[in-house]
C-alpha cells in the first residue's frame, strides 16, 4: 500500500500549472459537496435527531474517512471536519426548499467542465484516469495543503 506522501507526490505531478491548482482549488470541493449532496438525498428511514434523517452520504464519508485514516490520521481529521461541513450545507441546502440534488448535479456537471478545462492548460490526463482511488486523493492532496500552510503534520 503507497504512503499518504506517495500518493500527493504522484497526484501532484499532474497538477504543477497554476491555473490548474487555481481550478482544483475551486472545483475539487465542490465536486465532493456535490456528491455527498446528491447521495445527502437517498434516506435510510431512521431519524438521528428530529429533521435529519440517516443517509447515504453519511455511511459512504464513515468508509471515506476511514480510507483517509488508513493513510493518515491527521489528514483523516482534517477530511472529516470538511465532511461535516459539507453535511450541513447539504442540510440547509434541503431545508431551504431548494432541490438538492438538482443544485447538486449541476455543480458536480460545472465543476467537471473546469476540472478537465484545467488538465486541458496543464497539458495532462487528469490522475482518475491510472487509478480510481486518486478521485480520493484529490481532496487529501489540498487538505495537505492546508496543513502545510498551518504547520501541522499529515
Given at each position: 500500500m503507497k504512503s499518504i506522501?506517495?500518493?500527493?507526490?504522484?497526484?501532484?505531478?499532474?497538477?504543477?500549472?497554476?491555473?490548474?491548482?487555481?481550478i482544483h482549488w475551486?472545483?475539487?470541493?465542490?465536486?465532493?459537496?456535490?456528491?455527498?449532496?446528491?447521495?445527502?438525498?437517498?434516506?435510510?428511514?431512521?431519524?438521528?435527531?428530529?429533521?435529519?434523517?440517516?443517509?447515504?452520504?453519511m455511511v459512504l464519508l464513515v468508509l471515506t474517512i476511514?480510507?483517509?485514516?488508513?493513510?493518515?490520521p491527521s489528514l483523516a481529521i482534517?477530511?472529516?471536519?470538511f465532511s461535516i461541513i459539507c453535511l450541513a450545507l447539504a442540510q440547509a441546502i434541503e431545508s431551504s426548499g431548494l432541490v438538492l440534488w438538482q443544485v447538486c448535479l449541476a455543480l458536480f456537471v460545472v465543476a467537471w467542465i473546469g476540472q478537465f478545462w484545467g488538465h486541458k492548460i496543464e497539458g495532462k490526463k487528469p490522475s482518475f484516469f491510472k487509478d480510481l482511488q486518486f478521485l480520493l486523493i484529490g481532496p487529501a492532496w489540498l487538505m495537505s495543503f492546508i496543513y502545510q500552510r498551518f504547520g501541522l503534520r499529515y
Open positions: 506522501s506517495q500518493w500527493l507526490s504522484e497526484y501532484g505531478e499532474s497538477h504543477q500549472n497554476p491555473t490548474n491548482k487555481l475551486v472545483c475539487v470541493p465542490t465536486i465532493f459537496f456535490s456528491i455527498v449532496g446528491l447521495f445527502y438525498g437517498i434516506k435510510l428511514g431512521v431519524d438521528l435527531v428530529p429533521g435529519i434523517q440517516l443517509n447515504v452520504a476511514v480510507y483517509y485514516a488508513r493513510l493518515s482534517g477530511m472529516l471536519l
